[in-house]
């Protein structure tokens, strides 16, 4: 029998962190020890890459974990396979955050994937708050590239910076 999860990695591009991750990473420190933010290279993501650098989202996370009192979480980058990141911080999971069934389809080909990789990692699922159901770094790029507001989707501080990058 194997140990308990003590340690997960929630991973991800966060370009940008949203209001619904803030909630399921809120919602993983409930559940684990240590949680660590895995923010992936993803440059070729959808084949267009990232609206903002690596090192951008990485500080991006972190001010927006300390904007909502969301305290003990590491934010590390990474680039490669996922399995091999868990491995090197020493997580025995992956969280992930599921708003449709859409997200289940894919989410369950990457379990399954990484469970062939790394047999000893264990996947988690974490249903989205109905609040954030809707909520997704894409749309909420497309309605700050259109200069709409994106206030209740974001924290104020991922707001500015859009505001910023979109001007």
């Known amino acids: 029998m194997s140990s308990r999860l003590t ?35 993803s440059r070729t993501k959808h084949g267009v890459g990232t609206a903002f650098t690596l090192h951008e989202r990485v500080e991006m996370i972190r001010e927006a974990l ?25 997580a025995q999971g992956v969280v992930k955050g599921l708003r449709a069934m859409t997200d289940f389809e894919y989410e369950l080909q990457q379990a399954d994937l990484n469970a062939h990789l790394a047999p000893d990692l264990e996947s988690v699922f974490v249903m989205a708050s109905p609040a954030f159901g809707y ?33």
């Open 135 to 167: 909520v997704s770094s894409s749309i909420v790029r497309e309605l700050a590239s259109l200069g709409s507001p994106v206030d209740g989707l974001v924290p104020k501080c991922i707001a500015r910076r859009l505001a910023d990058h979109y001007r």
């Open 66 to 90: 300390a904007e909502h009192g969301i305290e003990d979480v590491e934010v590390l980058p990474f680039e490669g396979l996922l399995v091999d990141f868990c491995r090197s911080v020493g």
């Open 7 to 41: 340690h997960v990695v929630l991973p991800g591009t966060y370009d940008p962190i949203t209001l619904g991750h803030l909630d399921v990473v809120a919602r993983a420190c409930k559940l684990f020890g240590k949680v660590t933010v895995g923010v992936a290279a």
